[in-house]
Nanobody, 118 residues
Framework: QVQLVESGGGLVQPGGSLRLSCAAS????????VGWYRQAPGKQQRELVA????????NYADSVKGRFTISMDNAKNTVYLQMNSLKPEDTAVYYC???????????WGKGTLVTVSS
């Protein structure tokens, strides 16, 4: 079992920045992906925002390219999401997801709320 804990959410003005953290309870071995998803108010589905693989490759949703950066610190078992130039439409609960490729098992954090408002 792996527990994921997100932190770093909060209230920020449009144009501002936040850095989210996703800390895993232990080191992960093998091939895996860690992704940040978000669920906007009133929406039922979660949207994939950014993903980083155990090999270091990254991918982003078109809506955040050039503004968000995902990174991984293996020594700290932590994945970060640096969010710059935030817009009101970025307001959502942000969730961290760990997918173990070989087993297909998914782990989720409980989420952290990001509110972009003046």
């Amino acid at each position: 079992q792996v527990q994921l804990v997100e932190s770093g959410g909060g209230l920020v003005q449009p144009g501002g920045s936040l850095r989210l953290s996703c800390a895993a309870s232990r080191s992960i071995f093998g091939i895996y992906n860690v992704g940040w998803y978000r669920q906007a108010p009133g929406k039922q589905q979660r949207e994939l925002v950014a993903v980083v693989s155990s090999g270091g490759s990254t991918n982003y949703a078109d809506s955040v390219k050039g503004r968000f950066t995902i990174s991984m610190d293996n020594a700290k078992n932590t994945v970060y999401l640096q969010m710059n130039s935030l817009k009101p439409e970025d307001t959502a609960v942000y969730y961290c997801n760990l997918r173990i490729i070989r087993s297909g098992v998914d782990y989720w954090g409980k989420g952290t709320l990001v509110t972009v408002s003046s």
